[in-house]
């Protein structure tokens, strides 16, 4: 069992940063692969970045891909997105999200394999 809960969310200018973080919790952190998804009102929930377990592969949605970083501290728990250079058509929950299964990348860019997921942090970016 895995619980994460992300933070780092709040309101920002067009054109700021903002680094989200999710702390997890249980000894097998660092066998999962992390994603961040995103959901706008009205919208469906959208891939924007994932990270294996080690940390030797990430991807991004072309949406964020250049101004966004996925890492992660497997001795702390935790997984970050920094994202930059941040518009207005970012403004979403994010939320964080943790899968033990091998995948795909076409798969992971999917919420299906993801059996974990974190309650969520707004972002909201003003114009």
């Known amino acids: 069992q895995v619980q994460l809960v992300e933070s780092g969310g709040g309101l920002v200018q067009a054109g700021g940063s903002l680094r989200l973080s999710c702390a997890a919790s249980?000894?097998?952190?660092?066998?999962?692969?992390m994603g961040w998804f995103r959901q706008a009102p009205g919208k469906v929930r959208e891939f924007v970045a994932y990270?294996?377990?080690?940390?030797?592969?990430?991807y991004y949605a072309d949406s964020v891909k250049g101004r966004s970083t996925i890492s992660r501290d497997n001795a702390k728990n935790t997984v970050y997105l920094q994202i930059n250079s941040l518009k207005p058509e970012d403004t979403a929950v994010y939320y964080c999200?943790?899968?033990?299964?091998?995948?795909?990348?076409?798969?992971?860019?999917?919420?299906?394999?993801?059996?974990?997921w974190g309650q969520g942090t707004q972002v909201t970016v003003s114009s």
């Open positions: 249980g000894r097998t952190f660092s066998m999962y692969t």
């Open positions: 990270i294996w377990w080690n940390g030797g592969s990430t």
């Open positions: 999200a943790a899968t033990n299964r091998l995948q795909p990348v076409t798969v992971l860019l999917t919420t299906t394999p993801y059996n974990y």
